[in-house]
C-alpha cells in the first residue's frame, strides 16, 4: 500500500464511521440532544481535516468507495458498516458527495441540516435531484450530491481496467517484436519494454488484484509471451508483498519478460512436443537459461541495466538447492531475482495449458504442489508469501460452494487475511455462454448461528465451464 493509499484508508475510515453515526442519531435525536452533538462534532471534525486541503470526494462505484479517487481499502471488521453506507448511497441513487473547502467552514446547525435532507432525499422519486435542489435552497452550497452516472460511459474504474488491458496487450506484442528480432540476430532495443514496466509497476501499486486477474490469460497461441508478461507481473507483485523499492520491482519486470528469451534458439518441435522429450532434446531444452543471456547481453540496452537482469533469467531454473540447471559453480546461493522467477515461472506454467500434459493445475492444486518442494526447488520463505499472496484461492480461481453456486474469486479485500474472498456468482446464460450476476463476501456469517453463510466444496477448472477467467475482470457486470 502507497502512503497516499494508506493516509486516504485511514481518513476514508474516519470519515464514514462519523458520517455513518450522525445519519443514525439524527433519526432517534432531537437537535440539542447530547449525542448527536457530539456526533455531529465529530463529523465536523473530520470533514475540516479532509477538506482543509482542497475539495474532496466520496464516491461509491461497484460495490467500492473511493476517496479522491483512490480505492479505500478497508479492513475486514469494517466491512458490514461499509456495505451499509453502499446502501445508503445506492437507496438515494447517489454516486456520492463532493465536500468543497468551504465544507470547512459548515456550522453545525448546516451540518444537521445536511445530514437530514440527505436522509430525507430516499422516500423522494428522483432522491439525488430532490436533494441537489433542496441543499441549493437551503443554501447549503459547500456539498454536491453526485448523481448515479451510466457507469457503461464513465466511471474511472472502466478506464482503468481498460488501460491495464491494453497495457497487458502492448507488452505481450512489443515482446513478440522483441523476440522476432532477437531469433533474426538484429538489434532489438528495451526502452520500449521498459517503459511498459514501469507503468505496470505504478498500477500494480494500486491495482494489485487487477493484475492477478489479468494474469488468468491464456492465449494458446502466444503461450510463451503471455506467459513471460504472466511471470512478470507475478514476480513484480511477489517483489512488492517482500517490500521491494520501485527500481527493483521493475528490473524484476523486465527479468520476467526475457527470463525464457533463450528459447528462441530451442527447435518449435521441441518447445511444443506433446510427448515425452528424449534426451538429446531435453539438454536442449535446459539450454534456454544460458542462450538467454547472451541474447540479454546482446540486447540494445545500458550496461548496468542488463547486468542487473541477467542473473535472474539466468537461474529460473536453477533451483533453491541448486539441484536444477544449468550448473554452477560461482556461488552456493541462488540469487534473490533467480529465487522469485522461480516461484512465479513454476505457478504460470503448472496452471497454464501445455500440449505434453492432459490437463492444467488448478490454482488450488499448483500452490500445494510447489509448497511440497519448499526448501528444495523453492525458497521456503518466499513461497510463503507467494501463497499468502495469492490467497487460499487464487484472484480467478472459479469454486463450487456448498449453496450448489459456482462463482469466480474476484478479490480479496482484507489484504491480511487471504482466505475469504469476495466472489462473482456465475451461471450459464441460456447461450451456450457463463456471466456473473452477482457479488458476494465469503466472509458473511449467519447473525445468529454466527456461522459462515457459505463454504468452499471444491475449486473447479475455469475450463470446464469454457470460461476465461481474464474477461471478467476487464468487463464484469456484478
Ligand atoms: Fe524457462
Ligand atoms: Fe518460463
Redesign the pocket.
Known sequence: MTDKQTHLTVMGEKFIIAFHRVIHTIKIHSDNNQLLQESVLRFKNILSDMAGTGEFEVQIWRARIYFQGERLLYRRKSLQLINEMIDYFSERKLQGFCFLKSATDASLKDLLNFTRLSNESSVQDDPSAWLTIQLKKNDITWVEALQEVDEAKSGFEFQKKEHARQLYKHTVSDLMEVAVKVSRKSVAGVRKARRLVQSMADMIMEEESLFLGLTTIRDYDDYTYT??VN?ALLSMILGRHIGLSKVYIEQLGICGMF??IGKVEVSKEILYKAGKLDNTEVSQMRKHPLIGVLRILKLNAPHDLKSRIVLGPFE?HLNYNLTGYPKIIYSKKQTLFGRILQIA?SY??LTSHRVYRTREFVATEALSLMWSKAGKDFDPLLLKVFINMMGLYPIGSVLKLDTGEVVLVKDYPDETERTRPLVLVMEKDGQGGVSAVGLLDLSERDLNTKQFLRNVVKSVHPSSLGLQPSEFFLAETG
Open positions: 506467459h513471460s511471470v527470463h525464457d529460473h515461472d504460470d506454467a
